[in-house]
């Protein structure tokens, strides 16, 4: 029986990041030099149909983007909040430099240059999950559709499709947006490293991790709407879903590592028997 891995950073970063909680309320904070004309209606509108069609979302097709924003708590004294801006921005990165996922493939199990395939995605947080999503699942496996995906069952893949998303969910949703730091999405032979700029809040530790836990969210606006959109559950089973889809199709269960941020290592190759 594989036993569920954790490692421990050091201890000053930690309790450091802990008891300062600086960032908790970033996301509910206006957006230096941000405006309404900074966002785009469109986006918002298709938010809102998703949101309708998977989670009954009680707001009108034809709401206003002003009453929803209002709605969604994504205003500060009438401007834009840092979630309105990540969430719906037009150019996002504009204000939010480090709002980026960078996504790598090596060939072997080491960072080597010249790397083979390298990735620098922006745009809102819906467009970070999805692009390095499917960055990643050809390389998994070339010959799916990355399209397709989402209905395939998840013994087609070495990584199940649910798990590298999951992964890469909760690495843009709960990552530390102070940082100057951004999201690396590293995918090598014999495994996937995902690395956040962020920690756990508390009372969450690494070891609960695979137990039941509540939902601690780093950034409680941003996470709302991922949920509204069904891209979180807002149940704190995210890393119990990984853990769950990784013994499920016979792969040694992913590693929570707090070092200099939170990294998960999910191991692409089987168990040998």
């Not at 509108?45 to 707001?59: C, H, T, Y």
Request: glycine share 6%; with cysteine; charged share 20%.
């Amino acid at each position: 029986m594989s036993k569920l891995r954790f490692a421990q950073g050091p201890r000053k970063l930690a309790n450091e990041r802990l008891s300062g909680r600086r960032d908790v309320s970033f996301d509910a904070a206006p957006c230096p030099k941000a405006s309404l004309a900074d966002l785009n209606t469109e986006l918002m509108a298709a938010f809102v149909a998703r949101a309708r069609s998977v989670r009954g979302f009680p707001l009108s097709a034809e709401v206003a983007p002003v009453a929803l924003l209002t709605h969604l708590d994504l205003l500060n004294e009438g401007r834009p909040t840092n979630a309105a801006v990540l969430l719906f921005g037009r150019k996002p990165q504009r204000f939010l430099k480090s709002a980026v996922v960078k996504c790598a493939h090596f060939q072997g199990t080491e960072i080597t240059k010249p790397i083979p395939s390298y990735q620098r995605y922006a745009g809102t947080v819906f467009e970070l999950i999805d692009h390095a999503v499917d960055f990643v699942i050809p390389s998994i496996n070339p010959t799916a559709s990355v399209r397709k995906q989402r209905t395939a069952a998840p013994e087609a893949y070495k990584i199940p499709t649910e798990v590298v998303r999951e992964s890469i969910v909760n690495a843009v949703a709960h990552r530390d947006y102070t940082s100057d730091a951004c999201v690396q999405v590293m995918l090598f032979a014999d495994r996937l490293e995902v690395w956040n700029p962020g920690t756990l809040l508390p009372p969450l530790t690494l070891e609960r991790l695979g137990r039941p836990h509540e939902s601690v969210p780093r950034n409680r606006l941003l996470a709302h709407s991922l949920y509204l959109a069904r891209y979180t559950e807002r149940m704190g089973t995210g890393t119990r879903d990984m853990i769950m889809g990784c013994r499920g199709v016979g792969l040694p269960l992913p590693q929570f590592v707090l070092k200099d941020g939170f990294m998960v290592t999910i191991w692409r190759h089987p168990q040998k028997t």
